[in-house]
Each structure stands twice: as structure tokens, then as C-alpha cells.
């Protein structure tokens, strides 16, 4: 059975950081991009980052380019989210998601992504 399971989520101020870290387990996805999503009620869930298999290759969403960085580590089959400055707006629950193809590509839209982890809370207070 495939799982994500993400970790590192919390209550913290505005300008803090925090690591979320989400670790796979069933199989691996170091052939395959990974991302972070997020999402508010009442909204869509949206692209934050994401990494192609080997770290080489990476984007964001404007709303957080140059404060979040995403990283991976395939040995243990993990990816991170490294959040600074955060800001009020950063507030929402995160996921992680891994394409099950293998492939050199990065992906924006959740469509793409076949495994998702239940989320972390992310409450940023200003």
C-alpha cells in the first residue's frame, strides 16, 4: 500500500518558518516529480512547488518564490518543504503528492498527480 505521509505542520507567527517534511512509503519516487499543494476551505487546492526526480529541476508559485524551498532525498524517499517568512496568507492545510510515471518534467496542476498524503495544518498569525 502506497502512503505520504506528511509532517512538520503548526501554529507559529508571521516571519517564522517551519519544515515540512513528507515521507513515502510502498514504493519508490525517485524516478518521479513531487509536490506541495495547499488549500483553504471554500477554495481550490493549489500548486506551491514541486521537484523532478533527481533536485535538478524546480518551480513555485509566486506567492511564495524566494521564501519556500523544496528539496528531496531519495534514499529516504522524502521530500521537504523549507517555508520562511511566512505570512498570514501562507495559513492553509498542505499536501504532497507524487506522480506515479517516471519522467524528467515538473507538474502545476494536481490533475497530474496520482498519490496524495492527508495534509498538515499550516496556521501562520500575524
Known amino acids: 500500500q502506497v502512503q505520504l505521509v506528511e509532517s512538520g505542520g503548526g501554529l507559529v507567527q508571521a516571519g517564522d518558518s517551519l519544515r515540512l517534511s513528507c515521507v513515502a512509503s510502498?514504493?519508490?519516487?525517485?524516478?518521479?516529480?513531487m509536490g506541495w499543494f495547499r488549500q483553504t476551505p471554500g477554495k481550490e487546492r493549489e500548486f506551491v512547488a514541486v521537484i523532478n526526480w533527481s533536485g535538478a529541476s524546480t518551480s513555485y508559485a509566486d506567492s511564495v518564490k524566494g521564501r519556500f524551498t523544496i528539496s528531496r532525498d531519495n534514499a529516504k524517499n522524502t521530500v521537504y518543504l523549507q517555508m520562511n517568512s511566512l505570512k498570514p496568507e501562507d495559513t492553509a492545510v498542505y499536501y504532497c503528492a507524487a506522480r506515479a510515471a517516471p519522467g524528467t518534467s515538473v507538474y502545476y496542476t494536481r490533475y497530474f498527480y496520482d498519490y496524495w498524503g492527508p495534509g498538515t495544518q499550516v496556521t501562520v498569525s500575524s
Open positions: 510502498g514504493r519508490t519516487f525517485s524516478s518521479s516529480a
